[in-house]
């Protein structure tokens, strides 16, 4: 039986020893290799958790549930190649530390941070409306969407 690796490194092949265009680490990056392109530079992404996978699933389902009702957003769970401009690097979710992190643009567009009420509730702006309990993050057995969504319907 197969067990799951924490932490552990999955790169098919050795990365750039120079710095590359983003069109070349499209080019050199296929679908054994896990990394990113940081200013030009490939950096190796550790293979996910087995929790790490069960919460952004749960999450990419409720993103999606939430879409689906309320706006006319695409979804997409990782792993997903997309270039940003520009973002702030960190763990936004350490399930070790039971700890989340929530980052907002202000009106000069600077993430400042933000974070759950009292009742650990974490409301986003985008999209309008959707909340998170980051409580249920916790659990050792994450809360169905379904009953995510009856919660929505009540609050």
């Known amino acids: 039986m197969a067990t799951v ?12 020893a120079e710095k590359v265009t983003y ?3 499209l080019g050199w990056l296929d679908e054994n290799t896990f990394g990113e392109w940081v200013d030009g530079e490939v950096v190796p992404v550790s293979a996910a958790s087995a929790q790490h996978q069960d919460i952004s699933g749960f999450l990419a389902v409720l993103l999606r549930l939430y879409a689906e009702q309320h706006t006319s957003a695409l979804v997409l769970a990782a792993p997903f190649q997309m ?8 763990r936004m979710l350490d399930p070790e530390a039971k700890q989340t992190d929530f980052f907002v643009p202000d009106t000069e567009k600077r993430h400042q941070w933000a974070t759950p009420d009292a009742a650990g509730r974490y409301e986003s702006a985008a999209p309008p409306g959707f909340w998170l309990n980051v409580g249920w993050l916790w659990r050792p057995f994450l ?3 379904r009953q995510v969504l ?4 009540t609050a």
């Not at 270039?83 to 960190?90: C, D, F, P």
């Not at 009856?150 to 319907?153: A, C, L």
Request: charged residues 35%.
């Open 23 to 25: 069109e070349q680490f």
């Open 5 to 16: 690796a924490e932490d552990s490194y999955v790169l098919a092949k050795p990365s750039p």
């Open 143 to 145: 809360p169905p969407p």
């Open 150 to 153: 009856k919660e929505w319907e």
């Open 83 to 90: 270039r940003l401009s520009h973002i702030r690097r960190g």
